[in-house]
């Protein structure tokens, strides 16, 4: 018997294949495209191959700029592996034992400034952080850590950092309720049986839990580095697109932005934008193919 074609499952998957096509995979590949392309003075397209890209990666005017928001890029990561998925995951952790006083509370109030628009995140700390009018040096102060404040925003040395441990400090509820759901979903009877057999909460964490939840913190360690090198809202709102002082906050993003748009000197360049864009979705391809080639891989074969 001949069976009929399965019109329902093309019916239900055409709005979504359409919106995707439409306002993702399209605009990705004319990005790809527009890369290979030179822009004349009268505005005139021109095949150039890989002149771009050559031009971003060993030209010494673009070079420098490009390298030192790779470099930027990858330390803003770094921190919020090393500090935003960690306390994450000790929130988690805390929120989800038994008999805590308020965790919804808690929950709710570490979540909040996921909610909040980043341009009001950026213009809130600038203002906390301002050594002119701001109240972190009285904050400071009624703890006896006065002496420690300093313009960290305005200084090369620190002004990523800081930047970073805003985003940390705002994004932190994402990996927190990701990481809790997860651990809600450890099976209670293997618990129980741990328990029985004597062993302590910190025992069945680290042997029990942690294992189980290992999908969950390699899905969280690949979405924050997907989302830190597409950052770009949080610097441009505090630091502007010049990424200062002296691009020390530089970032892909704000790299690419100069370059497409334009930015008081500098004039913006469609074509060299798109290589920039190109280059940025090659690292975040190869970031996202090493985390499935040599994590996923063996978390896959771990559950078998």
């Known amino acids: 018997m001949k069976r009929a074609f399965p019109w329902h499952i093309v019916v239900f998957l055409a709005p979504a294949v ?18 290979f392309y030179a822009t004349s003075e009268a505005g005139h397209y021109s095949f150039a191959g890989l002149a771009n890209y050559a031009t971003i990666l060993f030209d010494p005017q673009w070079s420098q700029a490009f390298w030192n928001a790779m470099w930027n890029n990858l330390k803003f990561f770094l921190i919020h592996m090393l500090l935003q998925n960690p306390i994450g995951l000790v929130l988690a952790t805390l929120f989800s034992l038994k008999g805590l006083r308020g965790e919804r509370t808690y929950r709710t109030l570490i979540f909040l400034p996921t909610l909040l628009s980043v341009v009001i995140i950026g213009f809130i700390w600038q203002l906390i952080l301002s050594p002119l009018w701001g109240v972190g040096e009285s904050l400071l102060s009624y703890a006896g850590l006065a002496d420690y404040f300093a313009p960290w925003l305005g200084q090369e040395s620190s002004a990523l950092f800081t930047i970073a441990l805003v985003s940390v ?7 927190m309720m990701l990481i809790y759901a997860a651990l809600l979903a450890v099976p209670e009877e293997i618990v129980e049986a741990a328990h029985a057999e004597g062993a302590g909460a910190l025992r069945i964490f680290w042997e029990i839990k942690l294992p189980l939840i290992w999908p969950t913190l390699g899905l969280v360690t690949i979405l924050t580095f997907v989302a830190n090198f597409n950052a770009f809202d949080l610097v441009y709102s505090v630091k502007g697109a010049l990424a200062g002082p002296n691009y020390a906050t530089d970032i892909l993003g704000t790299f690419f932005y100069r370059t497409f748009f334009g930015y008081q000197a500098q004039i913006g360049s469609p074509t060299m934008g798109a290589a920039v864009a190109t280059l940025m979705f090659l690292v975040i391809l190869a970031g996202v193919g090493m985390y499935f080639y040599l994590v996923q891989r063996k978390l896959t074969r771990y559950e078998l």
């Open 18 to 35: 359409l919106v995707y096509s439409l306002f993702s995979a399209l605009p990705l590949i004319d990005t790809l495209r527009l890369g």
């Open 169 to 175: 400090w705002q994004y932190i509820g994402i990996p």
